[in-house]
């Protein structure tokens, strides 16, 4: 949202050097407190929690305390406000993953979707990786809510379809486009030399006529125009991975086994691989100790933040992977 941000005045270069660090502390301690109360009184539930917690009665005594501090800044150290955006209300995997589909529009009603929500994550072989593709999605995204802002105007025309017509020219997009025929390609020229006679009834007709000669020409535009999202579960089925090669292997002489199980790395395997750049103080905050769901999170939090002395629950913060899942009853911040 567009709010009020404070602006850090100059600080007199020729004021004695503590006085110089005197102020720029107590800026800095009243900026915080302030951006504190301003992120709670954004969001619904951080209002709530406040309320709950006995610190304030209502909503307008949090915003009379946020009025007051920003008056104190102004008075005491001459903080200036501009406007900006900020952060409404942190909402980690509110979205799901949109699994391997493209969503042929990223949005719906006035929802934006990015990165793996939009189905633009890269999960098979031949498709580049996703971070960089949410990454990209995020900026224009925020663009595209910027200026809907700027011109009060939420609606899927103005909002979802310039974020669509941004999304399609993003070179992840073009990128993406050219991936997804070349897999076919290599799909439809790795069918054609399949024998007809293995491929199963449910995927046959498509597989044969994919894999005919004569009609080999059309097929390659047929399967580009059917698209990439269509031809996925049949292109990634047990059948083609497993039957097909399975039969192919065995004809051609070599017994195969059925069972495989793959060696999926553990947790604590994945997190022993990551590096942390440590932060002193804590991001996040406990703020009901002895609640059930804090009690619960010794057990649910993946990387074992949370421990239990004299029935209090108390947070070790430094191994933190900032998956969210604790933040509906602590104060969370990104680090
Ligand atoms: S956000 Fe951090 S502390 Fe909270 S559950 Fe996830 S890993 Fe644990």
Redesign the pocket.
């Known amino acids: 949202v567009k709010e009020k941000v404070p602006i850090k005045p100059e600080i007199a270069k020729d004021l004695p050097p503590e006085e110089q660090l005197r102020i720029k502390f107590g800026v800095a301690k009243l900026i915080k407190i302030r951006n504190e109360i301003r992120d709670a009184y954004l969001s619904k539930t951080g209002k709530d929690v406040l309320i709950k917690s006995g610190k304030y009665a209502t909503e307008e005594e949090i915003k009379t305390k946020l009025d007051s501090v920003n008056q104190q800044m102004q008075e005491k150290y001459r903080v200036t406000f501009g406007t900006d955006y900020v952060e409404q209300e942190y909402g980690?995997k509110l979205i799901p993953d949109g699994t391997r589909s493209r969503m042929k529009k990223p949005y719906f009603k006035n929802i934006l979707f990015v990165g793996d929500a939009a189905g633009r994550g890269i999960f098979v072989g031949p498709r580049i990786e996703g971070l960089n593709v949410g990454i990209d999605d995020a900026v224009r995204a925020s663009d595209a809510i910027a200026r809907a802002i700027d011109h009060n105007n939420f609606s899927s025309d103005y909002l979802g379809e310039y974020y669509t017509k941004s999304v399609e020219e993003s070179p992840y997009t073009t990128d993406m486009k050219q991936i997804d025929k070349d897999y076919l390609k290599i799909f439809l020229d790795a069918a054609k030399n399949v024998p007809t006679d293995i491929i199963g009834a449910r995927y046959g007709t498509v597989l044969k006529l994919m894999s005919s000669g004569t009609i080999r020409g059309i097929a390659d535009k047929f399967a580009n125009i059917l698209g990439y999202e269509k031809l996925l579960p049949l292109i990634e089925s047990e059948e083609t991975y497993v039957k097909v090669p399975i039969e192919l292997a065995e004809r051609l002489g070599e017994t195969m086994k059925t069972d495989y199980s793959p060696s999926i790395p553990s947790l604590a395997d994945r997190i022993a691989k990551l590096s942390y750049n440590d932060d002193n103080v804590s991001h996040?905050k406990v703020l009901k100790p002895t609640s059930e769901f804090m009690k619960n999170?010794i057990t649910?939090?993946?990387?074992?933040?949370?421990a239990e002395e004299n029935d209090k629950v108390m947070?070790l913060?430094e191994?933190?992977?900032?998956?969210?899942?604790?933040?509906q009853e602590?104060d969370?911040k990104h680090p």
């Open positions: 980690a996040i999170m649910l939090c993946p990387t074992k933040c949370y947070i913060h191994g933190c992977i900032e998956c969210g899942t604790c933040a602590t969370w």
